[in-house]
């Protein structure tokens, strides 16, 4: 019999072809079965190097090597064991972040680091919120419907088993999803905290519905990952195993099939053949410094909307003089960040938004294009519950500093946030160039520049006066603005023909038929909702068209039981 | 005066143009561990006292935070002496015990930990740091006193004013963006201030939370179900000077 999904909730229902969860410890967070992991020789090809092991390279690895593909991934930061190397700290959560330099530029430069960008096995999904938005069918053909950005060249059926796969990985927590295309996720909604709650009234009282999550964290125990305990500290790396990141939804299984993680590895170049123009493998930096260089049939540059093409643009050749997959001067353009403005509001009684974990409901009333409002696109809300440090970068923001600064301070307790996740429209001047200068590996570093467009400030502007509306209904006593920005995607984008798009509708380079792109910076838009998801998903996707087509002769079949089963 | 802070007229947005800054000296004085200048709104609460249900690594990091002091590396003495001082009045920590800010700013200097990002017009942080510092001392010259440390505070506060604002110009502040400079420096003092024990008593946040978690997170309609056992209870209503007879404290 089978029984309707609504009712089997929690651990009943899990994945079919990841076994993650089990091969995690209920009792220490590193994984468990690192000593089984492939050792492949520097001396052959592998059939696919990946750079960089956040959501699009992990969960291509893992379902690459499933299909019997040998993998290496190449990982420039640590291989976490969350018991050794993360703690409970705001500040001693510094080593999480990509904090090699980089440097912003154009009229709203995008500050960079602890709020977008990761580093180490698992990327930056390591410290992500855990929001885990679906885009809406409308996202994939903004062009078609709004006269704005660009369509996708895949749509939103294309992804639709993908978000149901990954969101049953994760595991997704929430109530039933109203908006975009309604579906349900495989664990319930988690208890809403105090300070959510306010929120969550002062939307009704202006006729916007909230719902609660969609997070990526467990909401009763998922194989041997337990349930969160709501101590608060997503942004600071999941000490419980209970929010998801690739480290232990993915990678756990991806080792039990063969897939090998070089950490600690600065992949500087893709290295091309120049007659066939095909490439051949990745250079890098290992971590006693010396270089060496993996050689692999096929590439995968999973890096994220910085360094993924950082990466292509420093492997240039006689072939390709400006950098790898760039004859058209697309590699680094389109990047887009989304407005994520934040707005506290004071309430008599303690909320103490420290507890619970900071994304807890969202809205996405908005999300869609609503002429009436004098902008394309839309955005959500969301709430946010930033600490001690956080907070007082808010009441900074603000203006204050000194005695005002303390006495904002004090008043930690009774504050709660909402933030916008506004849509921007891709422009092809925010991008990634090379600088002058180099980093400690002797790479060109980044130079990211952005400006917002009239819409993107009017979206903002529309999101930032909702939230004050929803702030007055709820009865606040005083609000503080932050503008900010979020997330980062873009930047080799996948398209319909050579000429304005890094890769094809496969994540092939459109130059190059053996580099693949697999992370955030393929996307053309970027919807109002958080990339996460959509990365996961795309990955998803890309293994399913690649699987049966790997390059080289099937090695001598390695038997894999299912490793549930082994222990 | 009883204390109600279920009002929000003590807040820097909310008080009348004339009215002067709440004085942070009539708030409870601080009963249990320290925070910075003694003063805050949970007296009872010290978060220190959580540290055996922390995980080691955690306790380790913030204990030490807290036990050992950094020595200065990185700044000249002439700096630490001017960045002290600025630091001093834009965190208003006019009284011991202070958080020692400038030490962890130093170390992280001399480390060379970033924060991931440098603005195109902007030198590194630590060059930034080192301008600031020049930039100050001749604010200081320009109104008669040799250093910036050696100004009456109301100067000081007059020439962090105009920092805050960006409106500090000629000498070392011609080769920097004054306000992007503002946020460095802010930035990193807000950073040591803020991830210290002290200053998470004055405003009592509940600390790290692993392995215990939280539990109690509930409606702010249950007022008593929202706080766990241990933490801290805000001062709501109470006067210092009746509060300290009533316990025979004085």
Known sequence: MRLPKSIVKGSVLMPKDNDSPFLLDMHKRGLQNLDRMARYPLSAPVDLVVVGAGAGGVTLAQRLARAGWRVVILEKGPFWDPDRDWVSDEKGAAGIYWTDPRIISGNDPIEMGKNNSGVGVGGSMTHFAGYVPRFHPSDFEVRTRDGVGVDWPISYWDLKDSFERVELELPVAGQDWPWGDPHSYPHGPHPVAGAASVAWQGALGCGIEMRVGPVAITNGVFGRRPHCIYRGFCLQGCKVNAKASPLITHLPDAIEYGVEVRADCMATRVEVDESSGRCTGVTYVDGDNIERFQPADAVAVCGYAIETPRLLLNSQSRRFPHGLANGSDQVGRYVMVQGATQIAARFPYE????????????????????????????????????????????????????????????????????????????????????????????????????????????????????????????????????????????????????????????????????????????????????????????????????????????????????????? | MPYDFAEAHHLPNRRLPEQAHADPYDLPRQRRGVTPQMHGRYPDYDVLEQADHWDEVTRRVVLERVGSVPEIRFFAMEEVETLTAFADIVLAQDSEPRIPVLAYVDQKLFNGERDGYRYFDMPDDDETWRRVARGLDEEARRRGHDRFALLPVDRQLEVCHGFATGKLHKGAWDTLNVSRAWSVVMRYLLQSFYSHPWAWNEIGFGGPAYPRGYSRFGSPHLQSAERETWEGKEAFEIDPVEDTQQRGLE
């Open chain 1, 351 to 567: 909320l103490r938004m420290y507890k619970a974990p900071p994304p807890e409901i969202s809205s996405e009333q908005f999300y869609e294009t609503d002429q009436s409002r004098g902008f394309a696109r839309g955005f959500s809300i969301q709430t946010v519950g930033p600490l001690p440090i956080d907070w007082a970068q808010h009441v900074l923001a603000d203006g204050h500093w000194g005695q005002a600064m303390r006495e904002y301070m004090r008043d930690y307790n009774h504050w709660t946030l909402l933030g916008l996740l506004c849509e921007f429209l891709p422009l092809p001047e925010n991008r990634v160039t090379l600088a002058s200068e180099t980093d400690r590996y002797g790479m060109p570093v980044a130079n990211f520049s952005y400006s917002l467009c009239e819409n993107d400030r009017r979206n903002v502007e529309y999101g930032t006066n909702v939230i004050e509306e929803i702030w007055e209904s709820a009865g606040a006593q005083d609000t503080l603005k932050i503008d900010r920005y979020a997330h980062l995607v873009g930047g080799c984008r996948m398209g319909f023909t050579p000429e304005d798009s890094v890769v094809d509708s496969s994540h092939r380079a459109w130059e190059c038929p053996n580099l693949f792109v697999c992370d955030g910076s393929v996307f053309p838009t970027e919807g109002a909702a958080n990339p996460a998801l959509v990365i996961m998903a795309l990955a998803d996707r890309l293994a399913g068209l690649l699987k049966t087509k790997r390059v080289s002769a099937p090695p001598a079949a390695r038997k894999k039981e299912p490793a549930s089963l082994r222990r």
